[in-house]
Every structure is written in structure tokens, then in C-alpha cells.
T-cell receptor, first 113, second 114 residues
Framework: KNEVEQSPQNLTAQEGEFITINCSYS?????LHWLQQHPGGGIVSLFM???GKKKHGRLIATINIQEKHSSLHITASHPRDSAVYIC???????????????FGKGTHLIIQP | DAGVTQSPTHLIKTRGQQVTLRCSPI?????VSWYQQVLGQGPQFIFQ???????GRGNFPDRFSARQFPNYSSELNVNALLLGDSALYLC?????????????FGPGTRLTVT
């Protein structure tokens, strides 16, 4: 069963700061997702990665398959980035079923003006 | 195009009752997965259905069951509700099973068991 660990659990930063959220997992995967969850519950998929790096606006996600580690970066952070960021992995033997995801507990990010 | 939809949005039940939650995937998506998210935790995988067949099941008791209909919509049923079943239930759909397919989440159904 894949174990997914995120750090930090909570992060408070000032507007404009560069943010890094880390995710590590214990077993090889086929894909890693970074998700954003706002109060109220709805989840938005930010990135799906299997290798390398992806960028979308101010968000950058990287993954190192050999080290079983991924990072999510936010440049020029803004109060509207305040949310819970969740890392999730997919692998056939993750314990998440044939196609289910195994999730980290999330990082609660607050960006203060 | 509509995203993943779920109903109802909120639900309050008492212990011992039964509940049915509904999910409509994105048009054309044949895979539906269900997740339970307890407050303060990450979601936990419950079921995955693809082409109306169960493809995976998480570590949940038999009180939890699901099915997928010919139009690929899905229902999650929970019998004999316990207080610990109070959670946000999320549905997600994918276009296929291969790793290239992105997963899209619905807004969730918040279930409170009293």
C-alpha cells in the first residue's frame, strides 16, 4: 500500500512569497496529482504528472520518480491561493483499487495580504 | 460542457438509516470513482466503476455498495449509518483507465449522521 506524506501540514505566508509544498510516496506510481480544495469541499485538479515538470500560470509542479518525491511551487503568492493542497498518487497496487487514488492529508495554505 | 455533478449537496440522516448518493460524470466519461473525506483528512478511495463493472474497492465495510448505470451515472449506497460515516463524499470521473486520463472531481455531498 502506498503511503503518501505531505509537508508542511500548515503554512502561512505573506502575499508575494514563493511557496513550496512537498509530497513523498513509498511505492512506484503511474501518475501523481496535485489538487486544490477550497472551503466548502470542491476539489480542482491542478496537475497530473508522471515525469519531469509542468507549469500553469504561477503554479509549477515537479516530480522525481527515482526519489519518489514531488513538489508544488506557487510564485508571487496571492490571498486567493489560500486553500488546501492535496497530493494524490495512482498505482495498481496502491490500495486505492484498480484505478483509485491514494491521497495525502493535505497542506493548509494561508496567504496573508 | 457540464462537469461532474453530485446530488444532494447536503444530507442529514440518523444512525441506522440508509442513504443513496448520486453522481453524473462528465459526458463521455465511463469511469466513476467514489471517495470519502472525513474532516481534516485526505479523501479515501471507496469504489471505482468502469463500463458498469466494479474495478476496485477500498477498505470499507459491506454496508457500502455502489452501482453504475448504462448512462454511466452512479449511485453510492450506505446502509446502517454510523456516526463515523459523517463525511464529504466525492465522486470523480475519467475518460478511460489509462494513465493519460485526467480525473475530474464533483463538488461532493456532505453527509451528517446524528
Amino acid at each position: 500500500k502506498n503511503e503518501v506524506e505531505q509537508s508542511p501540514q500548515n503554512l502561512t505566508a505573506q502575499e508575494g512569497e514563493f511557496i513550496t509544498i512537498n509530497c513523498s510516496y513509498s511505492v512506484g506510481i503511474s501518475a501523481l496529482h496535485w489538487l486544490q480544495q477550497h472551503p466548502g469541499g470542491g476539489i480542482v485538479s491542478l496537475f497530473m504528472l508522471s515525469s519531469g515538470k509542468k507549469k500553469h500560470g504561477r503554479l509549477i509542479a515537479t516530480i522525481n520518480i527515482q526519489e519518489k518525491h514531488s513538489s508544488l511551487h506557487i510564485t508571487a503568492s496571492h490571498p486567493r491561493d489560500s486553500a488546501v493542497y492535496i497530493c494524490a498518487v495512482r498505482s495498481p497496487n496502491s490500495g486505492g483499487g484498480a484505478d483509485g487514488l491514494t491521497f495525502g492529508k493535505g497542506t493548509h495554505l494561508i496567504i496573508q495580504p | 460542457d457540464a462537469g461532474v455533478t453530485q446530488s444532494p449537496t447536503h444530507l442529514i440522516k440518523t444512525r441506522g438509516q440508509q442513504v443513496t448518493l448520486r453522481c453524473s460524470p462528465i459526458s463521455g466519461h465511463k469511469s466513476v470513482s467514489w471517495y470519502q473525506q472525513v474532516l481534516g483528512q485526505g479523501p479515501q478511495f471507496i469504489f471505482q466503476y468502469y463500463e458498469k463493472e466494479e474495478r476496485g474497492r477500498g477498505n470499507f465495510p459491506d454496508r457500502f455498495s455502489a452501482r453504475q448505470f448504462p448512462n454511466y451515472s452512479s449511485e453510492l449506497n450506505v446502509n446502517a449509518l454510523l456516526l463515523g460515516d459523517s463525511a464529504l463524499y466525492l465522486c470523480a470521473s475519467r475518460g478511460g483507465l489509462a494513465g493519460v486520463y485526467e480525473q475530474y472531481f464533483g463538488p461532493g455531498t456532505r453527509l451528517t449522521v446524528t
